[in-house]
């Protein structure tokens, strides 16, 4: 399987970037203002470390699932989460009934000044597979359903899906893979995602039929995703 990373990636000591954050699906993405520009920036975590600043309201049990969650990249990676103490680049975790989404990547930060990423979780993204999923986005990773080469695995009926919600199967250009395609990767969309009509709105491509029900999965992370995970962290 593969996962994708815009390029190209724009690093804390390059002077004079400018940038603006732009919500595509379920993902916050930094995006480049220079004039004749339109490229998304990714930076990965220093040191793999994601330190997240928790409501204060949150039930102990969410917490503890949050970190099960994460603990599932760890154990294919040197990615890990921790509770923010006073790290300078950290996420803060929102509740609000806006959906689940995170900002991809670690962002764009000129040091020292302090950046915060986003992740949300509303009351129906508390689901292991579903955290690990957008922890995903936070690494780096775009869905594997909106890799540059997707055509040549899946098509997308784009009569089917709810207008609002295309954005999440825009495919993405300038994104660079870094394992094969993965139809189990937990970075991928069912069938059926965001349909407005009982119709699939992703279908694999001839000789791909057998993957029909099998993507979009969200139990645990497919062995791309642990190959994927490595390379990156």
């Not at 594997?144 to 207008?163: A, P």
């Not at 300038?174 to 119709?199: C, E, G, Q, V």
């Not at 694999?204 to 497919?222: A, F, T, V, W």
């Amino acid at each position: 399987m593969v996962l994708a990373l815009f390029i190209p990636w724009v690093h804390a000591a390059d002077e004079g970037a400018n940038f603006e954050t732009i919500r595509i699906g379920d993902m916050l993405m930094d995006r480049t203002t220079e004039k004749g520009s339109s490229d998304y920036i990714i930076k990965p975590w220093v040191g793999g470390k994601i330190a997240v600043k928790f409501p204060s309201s949150l039930d102990p049990a969410k917490k503890r699932m949050f970190f099960e969650a994460c603990a599932l990249w760890t154990a294919v990676s040197r990615l890990y989460c921790t509770e923010r103490v006073d790290e300078v680049n950290y996420v803060v975790l929102k509740l609000k009934p806006a959906g689940c989404f995170a900002s991809l990547g670690a962002g764009w930060f000129p040091m020292p000044k302090m950046r915060k990423r986003i992740m949300n979780l509303a009351p129906g993204c508390w689901t292991r597979g579903i955290i690990a999923h957008e922890i995903g986005h936070l690494m780096g990773f775009i869905h594997e359903h909106q890799r540059s080469d997707r055509d040549g695995y899946i098509k997308v009926h784009r009569k089917n899906v709810i207008f609002a919600t295309l954005p999440n199967f825009f495919r993405m250009p300038t994104a660079r893979t870094l394992t094969p395609y993965d139809f189990l990767s937990i970075m991928h969309y069912p069938k059926w995602a965001f349909s407005k009509n009982r119709s699939d709105t992703i279908t694999p491509q001839p000789g791909y039929e057998g993957y029909l029900n099998l993507m979009g999965q969200r139990i645990s992370l497919s062995p791309g995703d642990a190959l994927a995970a490595r390379r990156l962290y």
